[in-house]
């Protein structure tokens, strides 16, 4: 029991691949919120020009998240069918999570 709760401790390590996906979905998304409160802000004043310019970048933050997230899932997609790095990682170790018997927190033994 004890060796579970010093690995249940123990860091998990962020792949920067993530991190990467990560920052650009939230960069859109707050492309994506400053453009709607700009929108919120030129109505409430009485702004009657056309906004276009707020509409585009509106599209540009939403492509922005929709590529992240691409970005992302063709990577998992790719890493996890046979051939892949973490398929393959989990292969060669028997598709064990640890080298004891009774497996970890996340995935208990059968």
């Known amino acids: 029991m004890a060796r579970r709760k010093r690995r249940a401790a123990k860091k998990r390590k ?41 509409t585009a970048a509106t599209g540009v933050g939403e492509a922005i998240i929709i590529a992240g997230a691409n970005g992302y899932l063709s990577l998992a997609k790719s890493d996890h069918k046979r051939g892949g790095i973490t398929f393959e990682a989990a292969k060669a170790n028997n598709f064990r999570t640890d080298t004891d018997n009774d497996g970890s927190i996340d995935s208990p033994a059968i």
């Open 14 to 54: 962020v792949e920067w691949s993530k991190v990467v996906c990560l920052l650009a979905m939230l960069a859109g998304l707050l492309i994506v919120q400053e453009c709607l409160f700009l929108m919120y802000l030129c109505i409430r004043s009485g702004y009657t020009a056309a906004a276009a310019w707020l």
